[in-house]
């Protein structure tokens, strides 16, 4: 065995050239590696190698700038060679940014500017759309005097609904047919290619398929089509399917490539008034005279459920992205939202009067003194969905209210916001055979027969019988509903007043005729490139009577008109007042 693990401890010592005792010295540390005290020498050699390199630097700087110039190249090659892959990747992103910062200065923009605008505001509206919040501010970007028209005509009775599925229109009409139209290429107003007629405002679209229905074919149950006026029209997103309702209790399915039916449903026991997809998807929601809302599923054609609350005909329903609608009853005065899931319901009552105190909407009280007219909501038949805490509904009395779902009561009111009728003549109004012509008939208000709204955003459009699809928005506290203007006309030529009410409403003289003529019985929107980019185009259902009975006839035409609307410019005649 070896000595050495024989040799006790104390004697395996190191052995030292000198046998003279020598004493231990301590060791210094520096960042944790020990170090004898040959370490100062070592530092003098170090500092006096840098002062030689400093010398060198200096004598460096006293060189030319060409000789500078081609050291530091060799230097940055030398340098490239040591450095590491990921030193070099660190470099190169450091070149990048400073390339970008350069071109950014050279246009003028700010590196805050963009953050605010590209990130900052996207990411709000994707928070605002993705909880149903309005976020978009469009009703002053576009220049509703400036529309172009393009007509819809056939031969048919009374438009009474139209729906939308880009590139395609469709149209119903209370002589059972059901068209779908192409959408023809509108020229810009602003830079107008003329035909062969002379006329760039107005173009013809293309009729692709037509399909009608039989009064004769009513007691037989085989038959797929309508047998009595279809009264509403919806088109899915998907472009799949179209559905229709009608007089007839019945609601058809339709193949939207080729107008075939797949499923005729008779559940509802009256006419189906009103139709509405939920965005995004193939549930559909269908409002009937039968006092209920029915839900369905397209994707496996089956009926879902019905929703019981109304004490009157629900004439209309609206939906969007989330699962839920809100419907109109009529003349039991109530809008109500249904929660499908939650199943339940709110319940929102109006009924009040519309007021206007002008010296011309006057008349005579008992006293003879002018008194303001007062106008009794009777009856709500619209409503439309401006987010999903928010919509509004038209009246009878010529009334649009604004709602919130957090309120029971209407948060803003326009009273009589398309005008009012001239005032009848003592026969019209009186069932006297002599009727006294010294107690004057008041004029009437005009309904409210089309609302539409472009979802989430602040665009209001409505329509009447007095010729012109008006424009409205919602405030940005999202609390009162502000005028805009109307489509198609300028605004020297409009003369709406505050709360809506129209001076030349009463006027019977041909000179003011409107933009369209007849009925205006439904409105749809669609926008062109992403998010209106390009253009805004408005679907309106025009006909000569009402679309759910013959009490009103006026003057116009059996069709269906597109507004295309494009940006407003802020030069010219376009520079709005209220901009």
């Given at each position: 065995?070896?000595?050495?693990?024989?040799?006790?401890?104390?004697?395996?010592?190191?052995?030292?050239?000198?046998?003279?005792?020598?004493?231990?010295?301590?060791?210094?540390?520096?960042?944790?590696?020990?170090?004898?005290?040959?370490?100062?020498?070592?530092?003098?050699?170090?500092?006096?190698?840098?002062?030689?390199?400093?010398?060198?630097?200096?004598?460096?700087?006293?060189?030319?700038?060409?000789?500078?110039?081609?050291?530091?190249?060799?230097?940055?090659?030398?340098?490239?060679?040591?450095?590491?892959?990921?030193?070099?990747?660190?470099?190169?992103?450091?070149?990048?940014?400073?390339?970008?910062?350069?071109?950014?200065?050279?246009?003028?923009?700010?590196?805050?500017?963009?953050?605010?605008?590209?990130?900052?505001?996207?990411?709000?509206?994707?928070?605002?759309?993705?909880?149903?919040?309005?976020?978009?501010?469009?009703?002053?970007?576009?220049?509703?005097?400036?529309?172009?028209?393009?007509?819809?005509?056939?031969?048919?009775?009374?438009?009474?609904?139209?729906?939308?599925?880009?590139?395609?229109?469709?149209?119903?009409?209370?002589?059972?047919?059901?068209?779908?139209?192409?959408?023809?290429?509108?020229?810009?107003?602003?830079?107008?290619?003329?035909?062969?007629?002379?006329?760039?405002?107005?173009?013809?679209?293309?009729?692709?398929?037509?399909?009608?229905?039989?009064?004769?074919?009513?007691?037989?149950?085989?038959?797929?089509?309508?047998?009595?006026?279809?009264?509403?029209?919806?088109?899915?997103?998907?472009?799949?399917?179209?559905?229709?309702?009608?007089?007839?209790?019945?609601?058809?399915?339709?193949?939207?490539?080729?107008?075939?039916?797949?499923?005729?449903?008779?559940?509802?026991?009256?006419?189906?008034?009103?139709?509405?997809?939920?965005?995004?998807?193939?549930?559909?929601?269908?409002?009937?005279?039968?006092?209920?809302?029915?839900?369905?599923?397209?994707?496996?054609?089956?009926?879902?459920?019905?929703?019981?609350?109304?004490?009157?005909?629900?004439?209309?329903?609206?939906?969007?992205?989330?699962?839920?609608?809100?419907?109109?009853?009529?003349?039991?005065?109530?809008?109500?939202?249904?929660?499908?899931?939650?199943?339940?319901?709110?319940?929102?009552?109006?009924?009040?009067?519309?007021?206007?105190?002008?010296?011309?909407?006057?008349?005579?009280?008992?006293?003879?003194?002018?008194?303001?007219?007062?106008?009794?909501?009777?009856?709500?038949?619209?409503?439309?969905?401006?987010?999903?805490?928010?919509?509004?509904?038209?009246?009878?009395?010529?009334?649009?209210?604004?709602?919130?779902?957090?309120?029971?009561?209407?948060?803003?009111?326009?009273?009589?916001?398309?005008?009012?009728?001239?005032?009848?003549?003592?026969?019209?109004?009186?069932?006297?055979?002599?009727?006294?012509?010294?107690?004057?008939?008041?004029?009437?208000?005009?309904?409210?027969?089309?609302?539409?709204?472009?979802?989430?955003?602040?665009?209001?459009?409505?329509?009447?019988?007095?010729?012109?699809?008006?424009?409205?928005?919602?405030?940005?506290?999202?609390?009162?509903?502000?005028?805009?203007?109307?489509?198609?006309?300028?605004?020297?030529?409009?003369?709406?007043?505050?709360?809506?009410?129209?001076?030349?409403?009463?006027?019977?003289?041909?000179?003011?005729?409107?933009?369209?003529?007849?009925?205006?019985?439904?409105?749809?929107?669609?926008?062109?490139?992403?998010?209106?980019?390009?253009?805004?185009?408005?679907?309106?259902a025009l006909g000569k009577e009402h679309r759910l009975g013959r009490w009103k006839q006026v003057r116009?035409?059996?069709?269906?008109?597109?507004?295309?609307?494009?940006?407003?410019?802020?030069?010219?005649?376009?520079?709005?007042?209220?901009?």
């Amino acid at each position: 065995m070896s000595s050495f693990f024989t040799t006790p401890a104390s004697k395996r010592k190191r052995k030292h050239e000198n046998n003279t005792f020598q004493p231990k010295r301590k060791k210094q540390k520096s960042n944790g590696i020990t170090s004898n005290r040959k370490l100062p020498e070592k530092s003098t050699t170090r500092s006096k190698r840098d002062e030689s390199i400093s010398s060198d630097d200096f004598e460096d700087d006293d060189k030319s700038e060409a000789a500078g110039s081609d050291h530091a190249h060799v230097s940055s090659d030398s340098e490239d060679e040591d450095e590491t892959g990921a030193e070099r990747r660190l470099r190169l992103a450091r070149r990048y940014l400073e390339t970008v910062q350069e071109e950014i200065q050279e246009h003028g923009f700010d590196a805050e500017e963009v953050d605010r605008d590209l990130i900052a505001d996207r990411l709000r509206e994707d928070v605002a759309q993705t909880k149903g919040k309005l976020y978009r501010r469009i009703a002053s970007e576009f220049d509703f005097p400036a529309a172009a028209k393009t007509h819809l005509r056939a031969t048919t009775l009374t438009t009474t609904s139209v729906a939308v599925c880009l590139p395609y229109i469709y149209t119903v009409s209370k002589s059972m047919s059901l068209i779908k139209w192409q959408l023809p290429m509108v020229p810009d107003p602003k830079h107008p290619d003329s035909d062969s007629k002379g006329s760039s405002r107005s173009r013809r679209a293309k009729e692709l398929l037509f399909t009608k229905g039989s009064k004769s074919k009513a007691g037989d149950r085989d038959f797929s089509h309508h047998t009595a006026p279809i009264l509403t029209v919806a088109a899915s997103q998907s472009g799949q399917f179209v559905v229709t309702g009608g007089a007839d209790k019945r609601l058809i399915v339709w193949s939207a490539s080729d107008l075939k039916p797949l499923r005729v449903f008779t559940a509802h026991r009256d006419a189906v008034t009103g139709l509405a997809f939920r965005r995004g998807t193939n549930q559909l929601f269908s409002s009937s005279k039968d006092r209920t809302i029915k839900s369905w599923s397209l994707d496996e054609l089956a009926y879902v459920e019905t929703l019981f609350g109304h004490q009157d005909e629900v004439v209309d329903v609206a939906a969007l992205a989330t699962e839920r609608c809100v419907s109109v009853g009529a003349r039991d005065r109530s809008a109500r939202l249904w929660e499908v899931v939650e199943e339940k319901q709110l319940v929102f009552r109006s009924g009040g009067r519309s007021e206007k105190g002008k010296p011309a909407d006057r008349h005579l009280d008992a006293n003879s003194r002018p008194a303001p007219i007062s106008y009794l909501e009777g009856s709500i038949d619209r409503v439309a969905v401006v987010d999903e805490d928010t919509f509004i509904t038209g009246s009878d009395n010529g009334a649009i209210s604004l709602w919130s779902i957090h309120r029971k009561k209407p948060v803003f009111t326009i009273p009589v916001a398309h005008g009012l009728d001239p005032p009848l003549t003592p026969e019209e109004s009186s069932a006297e055979q002599e009727p006294d012509p010294k107690v004057p008939a008041p004029p009437q208000p005009r309904w409210i027969t089309a609302l539409a709204t472009v979802p989430y955003s602040d665009l209001i459009l409505s329509g009447s019988w007095d010729g012109w699809v008006r424009v409205w928005k919602v405030s940005q506290d999202k609390k009162k509903i502000e005028e805009v203007g109307a489509v198609g006309r300028n605004h020297s030529q409009s003369q709406l007043t505050d709360g809506g009410l129209v001076e030349d409403g009463c006027s019977s003289q041909p000179k003011d005729r409107g933009f369209v003529q007849g009925v205006i019985n439904d409105l749809e929107t669609f926008e062109k490139g992403e998010k209106g980019e390009d253009r805004l185009c408005v679907v309106a259902a025009l006909g000569k009577e009402h679309r759910l009975g013959r009490w009103k006839q006026v003057r116009g035409r059996n069709e269906t008109v597109v507004f295309e609307i494009s940006k407003a410019t802020l030069t010219g005649s376009n520079l709005r007042s209220d901009l």
